[in-house]
């Protein structure tokens, strides 16, 4: 049973310098009693005695959220995004084309919080570098908001990506 004992968001610097925001969860398992740490894309885990500690690396930049109806969108490449059927019919047809699945995109400028696997119950956006390239990512909430089910799942989604 994981217990969680504190999530907060700090900046901190990388192995080359720079400054960087991340994510740390510290939490309690008694089922992880053995010494690890480790390392998995943006994701650093340290255990010892039962206690853990999850570094996430936070982004700060754009990134696109891809609809999932694309069907329903056209792509303006001058713009480099995607607007609903509904409102393209007002732009001329020489500035529009049908959307397909890799077009159908807006851009957002945020704090991202990477999210390991994307089809674990979870009612946020997800967004990606590029179509369905991972690690999707979550417009990152503040650390007090990170608490129960969501937690849980995020960690959950986590672990398994470490051989413990």
Known sequence: MVEIDGVKRQFCRDFEGQETEELLIRFSDSSLLRVYSGKAGPFFLCIRNGRAVLSVRLFHGELKYFFPDWQNYDYLPAEDRAIHVSVSSFVPRDRRKKATKRTAYVRQEG???PWPDPSSPSEEKYFYWEY?????YILCPPADSLTGEILSCYL???????SL
């Open 156 to 162: 959950t989604s986590v672990l398994s990506l470490f």
């Open 111 to 113: 704090v991202f919080l």
């Open 132 to 136: 369905n390239e991972f690690p999707a």
